[in-house]
């Protein structure tokens, strides 16, 4: 167990339609990060907050948005939905010092999306 | 721009067989991190090892074992002893000075077969 939880783990919705996926980070983690996992594109970084600022912006669709709130947990907001935004979405954390610090990055188990 | 590439795809191996996971990467920075994460069947992505750049000992943890080389940007990754619990997708990752995310090889599909 990463101490990394994500809700819901499997969630399944229509074209068009908006979902919000859950994170919270480990305890005493001030970064979180979100990560795509489809099959043709593999893990894409997405967007990263650091104690509920934006600090780094990956390959987000415009149609991508979250948020870290006070309590350090994040969603990820995404809308108008596709069938190929169909993938496996991490969040991950690290402590204060983010990753370029060398902190490990630790990984939830990840919301599975399927866009019907 | 960093990168990483795992040149396996896949992999086969019979149990007890040893194994060798490649992870060549690339990057600008003197000031480095390269992660190995397991992802099992399962679908979570699962922490394994972190290394810095300015450490090249090579690390072993019970079956597996860590060979980091500068000289050809490499950190290989050696299962000892497979098991058919090993099998999953192992991905290499990087992050440097430059960047703010980890980013990931394509990952390589190991299978132990009993």
């Known amino acids: 167990d990463s101490g990394v939880t994500q809700t819901p783990k499997h969630l399944i919705t229509a074209t068009g339609q908006r979902v919000t996926l859950r994170c919270s980070p480990r305890?005493?983690?001030?970064?979180v990060y979100w990560y795509q996992q489809s099959l043709d594109q593999g893990l894409q970084f997405l967007i990263q907050y650091y104690n509920g600022e934006e600090r780094a912006k990956g390959n987000i669709l415009e149609r991508f948005s979250a948020q870290q709130f006070p309590d350090l947990h994040s969603e990820l907001n995404l809308s108008s939905l596709e069938l190929g935004d169909s993938a496996l979405y991490f969040c991950a954390s690290s402590h204060p010092g983010g990753g370029q610090t060398g902190n490990t990055i630790y990984f939830g188990e990840g919301s599975w999306l399927t866009v019907v | 721009a960093q990168k990483v590439t795992q040149a396996q795809t896949e992999i086969s191996v019979v149990e007890k067989e040893d194994v060798t996971l490649d992870c060549v990467y690339e990057t600008r920075d003197t000031t480095y991190y390269l992660f190995w994460y397991k992802q099992p069947p399962s679908g979570e992505l699962v922490f394994l090892i972190r290394r810095n750049s300015f450490d090249e000992q090579n690390e072993i943890s019970g079956r597996y074992s860590w060979n980091f080389q500068k000289s050809t940007s490499s950190f290989n990754f050696t299962i000892t002893a497979s098991q058919v619990v090993d099998s999953a997708v192992y991905f290499c990752?990087?992050?440097?000075?430059?960047?703010?995310?980890?980013?990931f090889g394509s990952g390589t599909q190991l299978t132990v077969l009993p």
């Open positions: 990752a990087l992050i440097d000075g430059s960047a703010r995310q980890l980013t």
């Open positions: 305890s005493g983690d001030l970064s």
